[in-house]
């Protein structure tokens, strides 16, 4: 899948903002709601933690395999670029920080 993303990748510049946009706000999103929810559920931080970043990150290994079965037009050097070059990096260098501390701020000021 990799050689076919690579093929078409000159075209994730026509979208490279917004979908880069996108593949970082989106994550973010997801991982606030579900760690304000685990947090409300009264789960403790580190299972808020967890909660936060399992919902913020795709599927890397079975989403892209997925959308090529299903949506075979689908470009994949967007949902792949998206998917392992942004958000992924993203979730490990910055996400799980902003995780643990939204759990934290969200512990403090419920509990």
Known sequence: ???VAGRKLNEFGRVGYSLTLFAILFPLFNGLVATLG???LDL???NAVLFGV???SSS???APA???I???EANPSLYLTSSLAITFPFNII???PVYYSLAVFFNDLFH
């Open 1 to 3: 899948m990799g050689i």
């Open 66 to 68: 997925a959308v090529r």
């Open 94 to 96: 910055a996400g799980i």
């Open 60 to 62: 890397y290994i079975a």
């Open 38 to 40: 685990a947090t409300l």
């Open 44 to 46: 403790g931080t580190g």
């Open 70 to 72: 299903v949506l075979p």
């Open 54 to 56: 399992l919902a913020a």
